[in-house]
């Protein structure tokens, strides 16, 4: 069992192993509320770190009030402006809560604000919306201290399991931000098979696997691959799963992923099939406009999203509005050459979930949106397609914003953009510009996957408990022009 709640309040409860932060964690941070995800364990690690608390999820790990706070808002479906007013708090106040513990702003959250959002919590009811609920079977759910399980496309979500699963990555941010280590998967090997190129998403994999204490096996290409002997998808899954506990798979063809999910019970990740999904970049994305519109004050329920270039092979966009579409009333704006529109059967489906889509023909169609999102055009996948129309004037840059898009727009890309003369990908004059958010989107990727890789190894509930401070100090910003605001939001 637990100890008491009283012993853990005051740091006095006898913990047989533990690291250095055991006292300081339970003295400080107090029990918080289940967030919804986390099942009840026999690891006697997790057992002498957590504080069972009577709820609908019976059990959770010891958590920091920024993710307390960041599950509340989010199950509320409450901007920051609402949610300090319910809980009868400044903005400012709470936005000093919600700060990373190392910054100077930050404030620790007073014991009678911290209950009364477990009691809010306690009491609220849980979402029964038919437009959020997935109708994928192919894969199987994924959830947070759930069974193991693939992960190939964004239908195994519901609005709820994307939820939990963010509030998961909440839980990785001070890894993912290079103050906080783990070695939760210490002797997991993670198999990166990507038979098309890349170097963000293949890196952003490696990197989380390895922030979690796993170590990484590349391969890149068919020309490295026994794929170009002849080799069958089936027979490349069932080896490389004898030499690796997880595998993440980018291939040029719809559907080989799944293929290789089929041949393993080793989980697989879906890094990219051809013109069909991204699951994992579109997750990161609904985490970054998440957060970007926390900051903002704004929900994603009514969002604007615009959608532009290539939607007819841009797979991170397949995705995407796939998932924001288990939110309600959202408008999308698609804005698309006519030979590379969204494919009308995603289209059909948004419609079908009750949120508008209206296609438009020009960057006019930017005027209202809440989040711009553009997309490389994806030459490499055309057949016969010609992209005769798709000049200038669909390039997104400085000037267009500026005299377009609303003042608190934040514009998206999933990288990489083209920046080579006559792309007309989305301009790098836009770079510095606090409203352009590719590179929260980037930063966003590690926490996400690290997420996804301890919910299909059944590490999750570990995490918190294993974590002790970096031995370097990593810089303030990762990059010279990130925003003043960029990872302390």
């Not at 006292?23 to 918080?32: I, M, S």
């Not at 799944?258 to 989980?267: G, K, L, M, Y």
């Not at 406009?289 to 994603?300: H, M, N, T």
């Amino acid at each position: 069992m637990c100890r008491s709640n009283q012993e853990l309040w005051e740091g006095t409860g006898a913990i047989d192993t533990h690291n250095p932060n055991d006292v300081l964690l339970a003295k400080d941070l107090k029990p918080t509320l289940a967030v919804g995800f986390f099942s009840p364990s026999h690891d006697r690690y997790t057992q002498t770190a957590c504080v069972y608390i009577r709820s609908e999820f019976k059990c959770e790990l010891m958590i920091t009030q920024q993710v307390l706070l960041r599950d509340a808002m989010r199950r509320l479906d409450m901007t920051r402006d609402a949610f300090a007013d319910r809980i009868g708090s400044r903005r400012r106040a709470l936005d000093s809560w919600l700060l990373p513990d190392e910054s100077n702003e930050f404030r620790a959250m007073p014991e009678v604000a911290r209950r009364f959002v477990q009691e809010i919590l306690a009491n609220a009811t849980p979402r029964t919306d038919p437009s959020t609920q997935s109708v994928y079977t192919g894969a199987g759910p994924l959830t947070p201290g759930g069974p193991l399980r693939h992960l190939l496309s964004v239908d195994q979500f519901t609005r709820e399991s994307a939820e939990d699963l963010f509030r998961l990555a909440d839980v990785m941010l001070p890894i993912a931000r290079r103050h906080k280590v783990t070695r939760v998967l210490e002797g997991a090997v993670l198999a990166n098979l990507f038979f098309e190129a890349s170097t963000r998403t293949r890196v952003s994999f490696g990197a989380a696997f390895c922030r979690l204490g796993g170590s990484v096996c590349d391969t890149t290409g068919f020309t490295f691959s026994s794929m170009a002997k002849g080799e069958s998808i089936h027979d490349t899954s069932r080896v490389i799963a004898g030499y690796a506990d997880a595998i993440v798979v980018r291939h040029p063809e719809q559907g080989a992923v799944a293929e290789f999910a089929r041949a393993t019970n080793v989980p697989v990740v879906n890094g990219g099939d051809g013109p069909g999904e991204h699951p994992t970049q579109a997750l990161l994305d609904l985490y970054t406009i998440q957060r970007e519109f926390s900051r903002l004050g704004k929900p994603v329920d009514g969002a604007r999203i615009a959608l532009v270039g290539d939607l007819k092979y841009g797979r991170t966009v397949h995705s995407l509005i796939k998932l924001l579409a288990l939110y309600k009333g959202v408008r999308f704006t698609l804005i698309a050459p006519p030979s590379l529109e969204m494919p009308a059967a995603i289209v059909d489906r948004v419609n079908r979930n009750g949120n508008v889509v209206e296609v438009r023909e020009s960057l006019q169609g930017l005027a209202d949106a809440d989040i711009v999102y553009a997309t490389r055009i994806q030459k490499e996948r055309f057949a016969e397609e010609s992209i005769e129309g798709y000049g200038a004037a669909f390039e997104i840059n400085r000037a267009l914003v500026e005299r377009t898009c609303r003042p608190d727009v934040v514009v998206m890309h999933p990288l990489p953009r083209d920046s080579r003369a006559g792309s007309h990908d989305l301009s790098s004059d836009l770079d510095g510009d606090p409203r352009l958010a590719i590179f929260r989107q980037t930063d966003n990727g590690i926490p996400v996957r690290m997420a996804i890789f301890a919910t299909l190894l059944g590490v999750d509930k570990l995490v918190q408990r294993s974590m002790r401070d970096a031995q370097w100090t990593p810089p303030t910003f990762i990059g010279p022009e990130d925003s003043p605001f960029h990872g302390l939001d």
